[in-house]
């Protein structure tokens, strides 16, 4: 079994729909509740803010596209790889005191084929401790080779 090293995680939606022209700050966080499924969670039982670590935020405006945030703190935290769950939650809130109306933009969801949510990470492979010590081993031979015939 391979293990990876995650470099880099984006959160990536796009919107189809947005209620306001002004730019305003939409923030994404990680928690540690995980007690939902998704045909069942809305604004009412979303996870708690208690439960939320603010990762990052991206300005939103009136232009349908893409937009991003950095979610490696979450992927790679407490709520993610290093916990003991095997899902991650991530919840997108906007900051409505900055809008001009009390909706934002409209998403598009996992049924579109382009503009679909995306998390999108970036591993290298680690090289096992066997890998290092076979490298380690021909790197010594071929030294001594070329010693020898000096």
Do not use: C
Request: without cysteine; aromatic residues 6%; hydrophobic residues 40%.
């Amino acid at each position: 079994r391979t293990q990876v090293q995650i470099n880099s995680a984006t959160l990536e939606l796009t919107t189809i729909f947005n209620h306001n022209s002004n730019v305003f700050s939409h923030q994404v966080f990680s928690s540690s509740n995980d007690n939902w499924s998704e045909s069942t969670i809305n604004g009412v039982n979303r996870p708690a803010d208690s439960t939320l670590t603010l990762l990052s935020a991206t300005g939103i405006d009136g232009v349908s596209q893409a937009y991003s945030w950095d979610v490696l703190g979450g992927v790679t935290g407490v709520d993610g790889l290093a916990g003991t769950g095997n899902m991650l939650t991530l919840v997108l809130r906007p900051d409505l005191s900055q809008s001009s109306s009390n909706f934002g933009p409209h998403f598009n969801d996992r049924s579109v084929l382009i503009g679909a949510p995306r998390l999108s990470l970036n591993v290298s492979a680690i090289p096992e401790p066997a890998t290092w010590w076979l490298l380690s081993v021909g790197i010594i031979i071929v030294l001594l080779r070329t010693k020898s015939k000096k």
